[in-house]
């Protein structure tokens, strides 16, 4: 249902998304104290695509992510990465989990003491060691390409707008490689004309990376543009899931509260 114009500069043909799964969460529960977030939560991922998961502010997006990216220890149930229980995992095994696993927080949390350049030789340099330096400048390059900031290698985060910075975020993402993106809240708090470029990049990435994602958002125009299939998260339960025409046709009312 995606209506997006594809990016000039990505001339790979999309890859077609698979039944094949590479989260498959069962059963998921994780509290806080008495707080009580994921209940009996189970979705999959399927191989390449984009996957939005849409819900209230509290509803336990970002813990479910967090849980994935192993920032979270969940409390029961499972989470299987490319068929390995993430909740069974010692810590050198959770690492190379998330060597596969580029999460763009809410926050975008660029290093500010450091150039563009060398927020994203920091995590090249940490997670590629076997890279020669003439490789790691490539790859720093083809990354601020491949978000359409090629010429901003040697600012400081602070000279930049917040749609740039929320770019370079994605840069230092996807400089690595990941096979998996979380993106949490892309768009939120940027204008509409610049969250609209985020949702292009974010399909870009899909296609020119090949990645599987999870794109949690309230932000209903980037889910329509992004989202291959929709979950909507109620009560620490799947609520709803399916295409964007069942969603958007949906005569229930707390999915229509989202699409009004
Ligand atoms: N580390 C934490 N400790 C205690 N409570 C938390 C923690 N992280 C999240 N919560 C609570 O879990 C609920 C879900 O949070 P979150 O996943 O961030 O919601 P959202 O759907 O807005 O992303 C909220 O009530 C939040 O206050
Ligand atoms: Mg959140």
Redesign the pocket.
């Known amino acids: 249902m995606k209506t997006v114009e594809i990016d000039p500069i990505i001339t790979e043909t999309p890859k077609r998304a698979t039944k094949e799964a590479v989260i498959e969460i069962n059963n998921l529960y994780k509290s806080?104290?008495t707080?009580d977030?994921l209940k009996n939560l189970s979705l999959k991922l399927y191989d390449g695509e984009n996957l939005v998961v849409l819900?209230?502010?509290?509803?336990?997006?970002?813990?479910?992510i967090k849980c994935i990216a192993g920032l979270?220890r969940s409390d029961s149930g499972s989470i299987n990465v490319y068929n390995q229980n993430v909740l069974a995992m010692n810590r050198s095994q959770l690492d190379e989990v998330r060597q596969k696993i580029g999460f763009l927080f809410q926050s975008g949390a660029l290093y500010d003491s450091m150039t563009v350049r060398q927020n994203l030789e920091f995590p090249l340099k940490r997670m590629k060691k076997q890279l020669k330096q003439t490789e790691i400048n490539d790859k720093i390059i083809e990354a601020l390409e491949n978000v359409g900031l090629p010429d901003v290698i040697d600012k400081m985060p602070s000279q930049l707008s917040g749609g740039m910075r929320k770019r370079i975020s994605l840069a230092r993402t996807i400089v690595v490689d990941p096979m998996i993106m979380l993106y949490?809240e892309p768009t939120t708090g940027l204008d509409p004309i610049t969250s609209d470029e985020i949702s292009v990049l974010i399909n870009d990435i899909q296609k020119k990376y090949k990645t599987s994602s999870i794109i949690?958002t309230h932000d209903i125009e980037c889910a329509r543009m992004t989202a291959d299939r929709l979950i909507m998260?109620q009560d620490g339960e799947v609520y709803e899931k399916g295409s964007l025409s069942k969603f958007e046709k949906s005569t229930d009312n707390v999915i229509k509260s989202f699409f009004k």
């Open positions: 806080f104290g707080l977030v819900g209230k502010s509290g509803s336990g997006k970002s813990v479910l979270l949490d949690i998260i």
